[in-house]
């Protein structure tokens, strides 16, 4: 059996790196091939080359993106995903709100057991980033913490000013989940 033949060729490939291809010494290996088609076979190959490292990096740009949409959109669904419950638990809040004010001063048992879970809810809105949006009578109208209910002229009120809060407003961390219902003045500057 014959031996391998050592040429080295695949021994040290920062050699192949490093070395510029001779035309010339392959024109006396293979006379035959013209400089023409030996230039064009190497400006095809380095094309290739070069399309090949435009795709390669499109693909690593392109992976990178994928990956750091893919973490902003988990980080929005921790902050967010609860959004649609907590949409659902706003009216709870507004009933006992309601039970309370129709209850007026009265001080038994029932009562302090609606304070105590107007209480707890809130807190566990609290926990989970959802504050109150509580305007009050006579701040300004803010289109995007408020809807206005209706509007009427009160006499000693500018226009624009909050004259009576219908049901509070909540927030979820930045984003508003239900704006606050309000009456808003509509006397004319004099």
Do not use: C, W
């Not at 109150?132 to 206005?148: C, N, T």
């Amino acid at each position: 059996m014959a031996e391998p033949k050592d040429d080295g060729f695949l021994d040290d490939p920062e050699m192949m790196v490093d070395e510029e291809f001779d035309l010339d010494a392959a024109m006396e290996e293979d006379p035959d091939a013209s400089p023409k088609s030996g230039r064009a076979a190497m400006d095809a190959l380095i094309a290739e080359r070069d399309e090949m490292r435009d795709r390669l990096m499109r693909s690593l740009a392109e992976a990178e993106n994928v990956r750091k949409r893919a973490a902003r959109e988990r980080v929005e669904a921790e902050q967010y995903g609860g959004s649609k419950l907590a949409r659902d638990m706003l009216p709870v809040y507004d009933n006992l709100r309601r039970a309370l004010d129709a209850a007026g001063e009265a001080d038994d048992a029932v009562i302090e057991g609606v304070k105590l879970t107007l209480k707890e809810i809130l807190s566990v809105f609290n926990k989970h980033g959802i504050t109150l949006v509580s305007p009050e009578v006579g701040d300004k109208f803010d289109p995007q913490m408020h809807q206005a209910m209706f509007e009427a002229p009160l006499p000693g009120t500018k226009a624009g000013e909050i004259i009576q809060v219908a049901a509070e407003g909540f927030m979820l961390r930045d984003r508003l989940l239900r704006p606050a219902q309000v009456g808003v003045s509509s006397t004319p500057a004099n």
